[in-house]
């Protein structure tokens, strides 16, 4: 597995907590500086997937 798909997979988590506790304290800022942080860490995981995915095309191009 890819690091960026774990380091993504963080980001979002980390994300959605930091949106989470801007709602509930109503803070705005906090609130969309969590939701951007779950849009990059989905990017950041999208990524380790396509990196993951053309090892494993090329593992399975070197069985043949």
């Excluded at 801007?22 to 849009?39: C, F, I, N, S, Y």
């Excluded at 995915?53 to 070197?62: E, F, G």
């Amino acid at each position: 597995m890819d690091e960026n798909r774990v380091k993504g997979a963080i980001k979002t988590k980390i994300g959605e907590a930091k949106e989470a506790v801007g709602k509930t304290l109503g803070d705005e800022k906090m609130k969309r500086e969590g939701q951007a942080g779950q849009v990059k860490g989905k990017v950041q995981n999208t990524v380790g997937g396509v990196k993951d995915a053309l090892r494993d095309k090329d593992k399975d191009r070197d069985r043949h």
